[in-house]
């Protein structure tokens, strides 16, 4: 088991001295030289189905994954509240609120889609830092944007093998954990029937790409939806 | 940042709570797809080698070959792990996975992928999984690139399954080891030149969302005796003269580039503002810049000579520095490697060529340039004869004005076959997975 600190509000009050040091420049993001195809004009290979598991909303109430990848399209990422790597998790998150926003401007897609973050520490990221985390990062109620955790690392384990996420913890002298977690970073673009169509590790995570393709699901969506003549 | 361990600074695009800025990693210290984790900054611990087996040599097999590189161990430049892979299939070329925790490993004979763990301990490989069905799902053969997309591998290949010859085209799998896509080579017109269809290396620059691609010949050409096949002018006719531009997202193919006489090995600079990648050709030994222009169209120029081409050097493998400054060239043929000064990458200048042995083929350097690996094996069927088969890896360290001996494994004399690809890892001292926390 993962032995790491359950102190909630300490974890918070980490979390946010940390967060104002954080300054994401566009000089360390990822370079976008190009102009990116239209939506609807290439197509998103079915890169893997996800498999089902259960897993704690910001509620603590067990949920089934595949009640967050199906039905509307995703985007999945893994994180932890108190990650601070500019490149990490404060990029991912500050990369999917500005895609937010962007989808905002047309409610029907907005409608249509919903981003995931699952913590790959659940040991401190209980349902109620996440229900914290969410009113303090993702307030708006225009767009699901959930926050899931797991009862255990042995309940995560899985989800993360799935996906294919890496996490590794720093241990100090005495082998014990400590609170130093790496992990690479992706976002997982997941279609409304569960199937992994995009993967974007930092190097891919360009605003422009991502909507398009976010866009081009959509529209396979629509065409789907559509009735057959 | 936090190192994850004493001995290696381990760094990429990796979340590490509590850590500094990461700086976006533009390059690997070999010719991995630079958009993967764990890029070694400082010592590399390991030095993998995908060794061809050679019957009545040892077990005969392909393996999978570790070296100690760290200095400061007591098994410094010794082999300590050796995995076969129980056949013999033409080990050639091999790649990690985009979190770098596998390394997935090709015969180019057999056609069969070799996957092994080196994150769980990279002192110790493991082989957990073969993927036979590339030449039935994808009727390509000869699985040569391997090079790492987000959470799948894209496969370079150099052959197909109906004649063998250099015709072929790239197949998509995701880290899970199922099929996803495949990609013929372009055999029409495109940009007013025309596909030859064939295939060899992989580059790719998200920035520009461009893949880049090369060409080498088929399996009857790459598995013939080389003095065979010098002489048969027919033969020596099917081997690739393109390079193709493709549209990373669409994966279709945009442009085709005249590049004659086999242009092998790709390497993007990436440095910010570069807009260019630089590759060898075997045949004719020049030099080729492929290089986007103003109105964002590619084109490539021949941009510097190898040795002397009336020798037929035979450029193989090139290693490109960290900051796109400087590039090593092997020629095969007088074992001969060779620095050009690239700060100005229209007119490539040699500064340093070294005799490394009778004969040298492939090339790794750290990611701080200051040690250069080299392999001695070309292809089983073209490696040369009697005394001239040295078969070894050796180390060196650079100053910037001179290679000096660090360490050498005779693979002869340890009985391991014909060294090959070279890949580098650093152990993780100080962390450790998630699940082995949780056990």
């Given at each position: 088991m993962l032995r790491v600190s359950r102190r909630v509000a300490a974890c918070l009050s980490i979390l946010a001295s940390a967060q104002a040091a954080v300054d994401v420049s566009p000089a360390t993001?990822?370079?976008?030289?190009?102009?990116?195809?239209?939506?609807?004009?290439y197509q998103l290979q079915a890169i893997q189905s996800v498999e089902d598991a259960t897993l704690l909303d910001e509620r603590a109430r067990p949920v089934r994954l595949s009640a967050f990848t199906r039905g509307k399209i995703t985007l999945l990422t893994f994180f932890y509240t108190y990650c601070v790597d500019p490149l990490g998790c404060p990029f991912a998150r500050q990369t999917m609120t500005l895609l937010r926003d962007r989808m905002l401007r047309d409610r029907e897609l907005a409608r249509a889609v919903r981003f995931v973050a699952i913590s790959c520490d659940p040991g401190t990221d209980t349902p109620d830092v996440l229900a914290r985390y969410a009113r303090h990062f993702a307030p708006d109620s225009r767009f699901e944007w959930r926050f899931l955790t797991a009862r255990s690392v042995s309940a995560l384990l899985p989800v993360l093998a799935d996906f294919g996420q890496d996490v590794s913890v720093d241990v100090d002298a005495s082998g014990r954990a400590t609170r130093a977690l790496h992990h690479m970073l992706k976002a997982f673009l997941i279609d409304q029937r569960g199937r992994v169509r995009e993967i974007y590790s930092l190097a891919y995570l360009q605003p422009q790409v991502m909507l398009n393709d976010i866009r081009t699901l959509y529209l396979e969506r629509r065409a789907r939806a559509l009735p057959a003549k | 940042m936090r190192q994850s361990s004493r001995r290696a600074a381990v760094v990429a695009n990796v979340c590490v709570c509590f850590g500094t800025a990461v700086p976006n990693a533009l390059a690997d210290e070999t010719c991995n797809s630079p958009y993967i984790s764990n890029l070694i900054k400082g010592q590399e611990d390991f030095v993998h080698v995908w060794t061809l087996g050679v019957e009545?040599?040892?077990?005969?097999?392909?393996?999978?070959?570790?070296?100690?590189?760290?200095?400061?161990?007591?098994?410094?430049?010794?082999?300590?792990?050796?995995?076969?892979?129980?056949g013999r299939g033409e080990a050639h070329h091999m790649g990690f996975t985009d979190d770098r925790r596998f390394l997935w490993a090709g015969g180019l004979d057999d056609s069969e992928i070799h996957v092994?763990?080196?994150?769980?301990?990279?002192?110790?490989?493991?082989?957990?999984?073969?993927?036979?069905?590339?030449?039935?799902?994808?009727?390509?053969?000869?699985?040569?690139?391997?090079?790492a997309l987000p959470g799948r591998m894209l496969i370079g290949n150099l052959s197909n399954t109906a004649d063998q010859g250099g015709v072929t085209g790239m197949a998509l799998y995701n880290n899970k080891g199922s099929l996803i896509a495949r990609y013929d080579m372009p055999t029409a017109s495109?940009?007013?030149?025309?596909?030859?269809?064939?295939?060899?290396?992989?580059?790719?620059?998200?920035?520009?969302?461009?893949?880049?691609?090369?060409?080498?010949?088929?399996?009857?050409?790459?598995?013939?005796?080389?003095?065979?096949?010098?002489?048969?002018?027919?033969?020596?006719?099917?081997?690739?003269?393109?390079?193709?531009?493709?549209?990373?997202?669409?994966?279709?193919?945009?442009q085709v580039l005249s590049v004659?006489?086999?242009?092998?090995e790709i390497r993007w600079s990436l440095a910010p503002g570069q807009n260019w990648a630089i590759t060898a050709a075997a045949l004719t030994a020049k030099l080729w810049l492929i290089k986007q222009g103003e109105g964002g169209a590619w084109s490539a120029r021949e941009v510097g000579t190898?040795?002397?081409?009336?020798?037929?050097?035979?450029?193989?493998?090139?290693?490109?520095?960290?900051?796109?400054?400087?590039?090593?060239?092997?020629?095969f043929m007088d074992g001969t490697t060779h620095y050009f000064d690239l700060t100005d990458p229209e007119h490539p200048r040699q500064t340093y060529q070294r005799r490394i042995g009778t004969q040298v083929n492939m090339i790794s350097q750290s990611w701080d340039g200051k040690r250069v690996y080299m392999t001695s094996s070309l292809l089983a069927?073209?490696?040369?004869?009697?005394?001239?088969?040295e078969q070894f890896l050796r180390a060196f360290n650079w100053d910037g004005h001179?290679?000096?001996?660090?360490?050498?494994?005779d693979f002869t004399k340890e009985k391991l076959g014909r060294p090959h690809h070279m890949k580098f890892t650093a152990r993780a001292n100080q962390s450790r997975t998630l699940a082995a926390l949780a056990r």
């Open positions: 993001a990822p370079r976008m030289e190009f102009t990116p195809l239209a939506p609807g004009t | 009545g040599l040892g077990d005969g097999s392909d393996k999978l070959v570790t070296v100690d590189a760290n200095p400061a161990s007591k098994t410094y430049g010794k082999v300590v792990d050796s995995v076969s892979v129980g092994f763990d080196v994150g769980t301990n990279p002192s110790k490989p493991k082989l957990i999984r073969t993927i036979t069905n590339l030449p039935a799902k994808t009727q390509f053969v000869g699985p040569h690139t391997f090079y495109l940009g007013g030149v025309k596909g030859d269809g064939y295939g060899y290396d992989i580059a790719i620059n998200p920035a520009k969302n461009v893949l880049l691609t090369s060409s080498f010949a088929g399996w009857h050409n790459y598995m013939r005796e080389l003095g065979d096949l010098i002489k048969d002018a027919e033969a020596m006719k099917h081997f690739g003269n393109t390079m193709v531009v493709w549209n990373l997202k669409s994966m279709r193919p945009t004659p006489g086999a242009p092998l190898i040795g002397d081409p009336a020798q037929v050097p035979l450029p193989v493998d090139i290693s490109i520095t960290a900051a796109g400054k400087g590039l090593w060239v092997n020629t069927h073209w490696d040369k004869k009697g005394a001239d088969n001179a290679l000096t001996p660090a360490f050498e494994v």
